[in-house]
């Protein structure tokens, strides 16, 4: 089945760093805008950053941006999320996505990983 997989995450005390990646081996990201999500415990999914085709728009959230970073890595079909100064309020499930640009009905999302942030 088409499937974005997720790796990185883990347990990080406050101000540290982690980097997410997602790879899509069933297909080409090339003409898909990217997303990363995340579920707070207790909280609905919201939307954290994303990236369109080519790289012409970007977008976080206020309360990642300065030190979250998204990126794409064409080459080696992957996206990333770079996570810097790290606070508790980042402890959460953390999905990568993928929805086409063009037909939007092509939507994948990876399984989720584990974010915890705490002393």
């Known amino acids: 089945q088409l499937q974005l997989v997720q790796s990185g995450g883990g347990s990080v005390q406050p101000g540290g760093s982690l980097r997410l990646s997602c790879a899509a081996p069933?297909?080409?990201?090339?003409?898909?805008?990217i997303g990363w999500f995340r579920e707070r415990e207790g909280k609905e999914r919201e939307g954290i950053s994303c990236?369109?085709?080519?790289?012409?728009?970007?977008y976080y959230r206020d309360d990642v941006k300065g030190r979250f970073t998204i990126s794409r890595d064409n080459a080696k079909n992957t996206v990333a999320l770079q996570m810097n100064s790290l606070n508790s309020e980042d402890t959460a499930v953390y999905y990568c996505?993928?929805?086409?640009?063009?037909?939007?009905?092509?939507?994948?999302w990876g399984r989720g990983t584990q974010v915890t942030v705490s002393l």
């Open positions: 996505s993928a929805r086409h640009f063009n037909y939007r009905v092509l939507e994948y």
């Open positions: 069933g297909f080409s990201l090339d003409y898909y805008d």
């Open positions: 990236m369109r085709v080519g790289d012409e728009e970007l």
